[in-house]
């Protein structure tokens, strides 16, 4: 006996510190793989460290959620600017935006762990699990609970959880997933399954010879992490590219403005520091990612309630945008039961239908396969077998074929008729054709003149039978595809079945050009597949090669949606898994994506309006050798009134509506207006203090006044079309920000102004709406005659490239 497994240390990369896992050295055991290990060698195995729990938890830990709300450097920025506000003694009232600091970080914690709890829950329900066998007895377990040397029973469809050797039976596995090639490799006694890797065809039981962190896939998994990084896309990509140049710009420009504001304006050091302070608070989009965070969240904890379970935060917004969903024919738009509808024999003067019954008997009997083909054919062909096989080969989705040897001069073959007959396929076509139009799934039965072993089907063959097979549609598919069909949503099927049979199940289905399909054999080349996935609707006769190449696999499509009916494998590598496998669910998935990125899109043009407003006024306050106009108290009124409680209440409301363009420009153009008008406004404010020699404090409470004034007409523009919930937040943060700006001016450091400062106050307020339409006006024609520029430069460029 080998003895194998020295003691080692493990370390868990999502603890804080490296936590010590020593496994205590046990022989390996080569159970009988009719009994398995006992139970108290089993738990011998979990307590000396060799069971197969994750490398790492599938939700982010309280500890990274934590972390990530509160370490950040937009927050290291805020906790040096409260060290330099008390430095220099500042009111404590310049402070408030540590409020809202706390207040986001706090919100942002309590929301993930929400969604952390949810995703868990579900998590555990969707947790794959295997049959073991122990004390001579087969038991469904979790496969965290497995141990090394264990016994372990995998069917077709199974993942195989650990690295394994097989000890007992046959089965043809697809290691694709781990390998990269869709090859299917046949498996006997002694051969090695890989971690990762699923079986496709057979039955086996193999022994479990490396868990946990020591599998294939784990180590695979633990290099990747460290190697590479998570490409971020769409909105997420763009805002951290915002926060990357603010961030860039923000250092250099806050020392270039507490310099100016100390030595050139020579401003004391207190008021100085403080107007700095403000500056540098009003470019920091503090809100912004905690907004972002906060709706992803909300989205991910109601999809959870509604039995989705969303592995990847990115995907919501990949939902969002979807315009073309690739779908499977069985399981998405049939259901995965199949039933045998009739027998169709092909020579009648030799084999009448109970010797084809007969035939049918043996060959079920003969073969160890379990998917739902050979489920279906055991159901109807119940018959006793007559003769025991000689050979089995499995259908093989590569081949689209299977068969059974009996003995050497009897070889039936089971497949799609265009595989087997070949060349002599027209003779038969008519027949074929007419069964596939009406959406049953054609098997040939032949009887073959040559080996099971043959690469190549060159021997002669006598078809037998047809054998007609159907997956009743689903209810709700119709009705699921449209709803897809007017959102502009176009639906791809892939399938290995014959076209015409798939693409009848489409039409049925209610899919849009479902008449323009196509036979994946005849797809060569490249150019012959792009074509095709540009132009053809359904796909038929696909091999995991094509999809592989049609980039359709679930592993390559920009979001995979599984059903947690489908394989172990599907729901393992899939992004998104509707528990209740059902597909009517994929609309209000869809929905619920669109719902966060609009609300988020729409929200994120109020943070952007300051943020485009104080780089701005920073700059012109450099060049001009202007005081900046605002403190960070007064900052902090307008940032709670025109963006924090309106982000926060839009962000959480229903949306459905189709996302267009690209993320930042939209948001951009949208906030640009409003930000331009508050520059023009501050601006204006700040010539007339120089003219009237107005004193600081005055200035710079009627910028703030007149920025309110901006803000709110910016909620009013985002809040449009009104309802009973915007009405209300309308009228509530005008009302609060009036009541502020009158009666609590000790609160956010506002001076009580008189007579010819609130005249000033008064004009200026009323000039924001037409300002704000002129800079509506002038950004237009500036986006227009750069579209005019950029179409003028770009053909040129693509001729000469083309």
């Known amino acids: 006996m080998r003895l194998r497994g020295e003691g080692r240390t493990l370390k868990l990369p999502w603890k804080k510190t490296e936590e010590k896992n020593t496994r205590q050295d046990l022989p390996v055991i080569c159970a009988d793989p009719s009994s398995g290990l006992t139970a108290a060698q089993a738990a011998e195995r979990e307590e000396a460290g060799w069971d197969n729990k994750a490398v790492e938890p599938p939700t982010r830990t309280k ?34 935006f540590l409020v809202v600091v706390v207040i986001n970080a706090v919100i942002g914690i309590v929301q993930e762990m929400k969604s952390k709890k949810a995703l868990d829950e579900l998590n555990i329900l969707q947790s794959p699990r295997a049959t073991v066998i122990r004390d001579g007895e087969s038991r469904s377990v979790s496969v965290n609970e497995l141990v090394r040397d264990d016994v372990v029973e995998f069917t077709a469809g199974d993942q195989i959880c650990a690295d394994a050797e097989v000890i007992a039976g046959e089965c043809v596995a697809n290691e694709a997933l781990v390998t990269g090639e869709a090859d299917e490799i046949r498996k006997k006694e002694g051969d090695a399954l890989l971690s990762g890797s699923f079986l496709i065809n057979g039955t086996c039981r193999a022994r479990l010879t490396a868990v946990g962190a020591d599998s294939f896939v784990n180590r695979l998994t633990l290099d990747a992490k460290k190697q590479k990084k998570p490409k971020l896309r769409g909105m997420m990509r763009s805002l951290n590219q915002l926060v990357k140049w603010i961030g860039v710009i923000l250092i250099p420009l806050g020392l270039a403005v507490a310099y100016k504001e100390v030595y050139i304006l020579e401003r004391d050091l207190t008021a100085g520091v403080t107007s700095t302070v403000g500056a540098l608070v009003g470019m920091i989009p503090e809100g912004l990612f905690f907004l972002t965070s906060i709706a992803l969240a909300a989205g991910v904890l109601r999809l959870a309630k509604k039995k989705t379970m969303v592995r990847e935060l990115g995907c919501i917004e990949t939902l969002a945008r979807v315009d073309t969903l690739c779908v499977d024919k069985t399981g998405t ?84 008729p265009e595989i087997l007959l070949g060349e002599r396929y027209a003779e038969y076509s008519e027949a074929i054709d007419e069964y596939s139009s009406k959406g049953c799934r054609v098997l040939l039965l032949t009887l073959y003149d040559g080996r099971l072993t043959d690469e190549e089907l060159t021997a002669d063959q006598l078809p037998v039978a047809l054998i007609l ?99 172990d494998v599907a729901c393992q590598v899939s992004q998104i898994v509707l528990m209740e496998s059902d597909f009517s669910a994929m609309p209000s998935v869809v929905a619920e994506g669109r719902r966060v990125i609009n609300n988020i899109e729409r929200s994120a043009s109020l943070f952007l309006v300051k943020n485009i407003f104080s780089m701005i006024v920073a700059l012109l306050s450099l060049l001009f050798k202007l005081p900046y106009p605002l403190v960070p108290a007064q900052l902090g009124l307008v940032n709670a009134m025109t963006i924090g409680i309106p982000s926060f209440v839009l962000a959480m409301e229903p949306n459905s509506d189709r996302i267009r363009g690209r993320f930042l420009r939209n948001v951009l153009l949208r906030a640009l207006p409003a930000a331009l008008t508050d520059v023009f406004l ?49 009228v509530g943060v005008s009302a609060g920000f009036a009541f502020c700006f009158l009666f609590m001016k000790w609160w956010f450091n506002l001076a009580t102004l008189d007579f010819l400062s609130a005249l000033v106050l008064g004009v200026f307020a009323l000039l924001a709406w037409p300002v704000m339409i002129v800079m509506d006006k002038a950004v237009a024609a500036v986006r227009g005659w750069l579209s005019r520029l950029w179409a003028w430069v770009v053909p040129p460029l693509t001729e000469k490239e083309s």
């Open 63 to 96: 500890g990274q959620i934590i972390r990530s709300n509160t370490v950040t450097y937009f927050n290291a920025i805020f906790v040096i600017l409260a060290v330099c506000l008390t430095l220099v003694r500042s009111s404590i009232l310049n402070f408030s």
């Open 333 to 416: 738009i049939t259901e995965n039961k199949m039933v045998v509808e009739d027998i169709v024999p092909l020579c009648p003067d030799r084999f009448i239908t109970e010797d084809i019954r007969m035939v049918m008997a043996d060959y079920v009997h003969a073969m160890r396969a379990d998917n739902d083909t050979m489920a279906a054919l055991r159901k109807y062909f119940t018959g006793e077998a007559m003769q025991e096989a000689m050979a089995a080969l499995p259908f093989s989705s590569a081949k689209k074929y299977g068969g059974v040897s009996f003995h050497e001069d009897e070889t039936w073959l089971l497949g799609a």
């Open 469 to 567: 097979l159907a997956n009743k549609i689903r209810p709700e598919a119709p009705d699921t595809f449209a709803y897809f069909a007017k959102e502009g949503v176009e639906v791809r099927v892939i399938s290995g079945d014959n076209p015409l049979t798939v693409s009848e199940v489409a039409k049925r289905s209610g899919i849009p050009g479902a008449e323009r399909w196509v036979d994946a054999r005849t797809l060569t080349t490249d150019k012959a597949m792009e074509a095709a996935a540009r132009d053809a609707i359904v796909f038929g006769r696909v091999t995991p090669e094509q999809k592989r190449r049609l980039v359709l696999a679930l592993k390559e499509a920009d979001c995979s949606i599984a059903l947690a009916s489908g394989s």
């Open 682 to 730: 501050v601006e204006g404010v700040m010539l007339f203090y120089l003219a009237a020699r107005l004193p600081d404090t005055a200035m710079s409470t009627i910028c703030a006044g007149v920025m309110g004034v901006v803000g709110l007409m910016m909620v009013h523009r985002t809040a449009k079309p009104y309802n009973k919930l915007r009405v209300a937040l309308m």
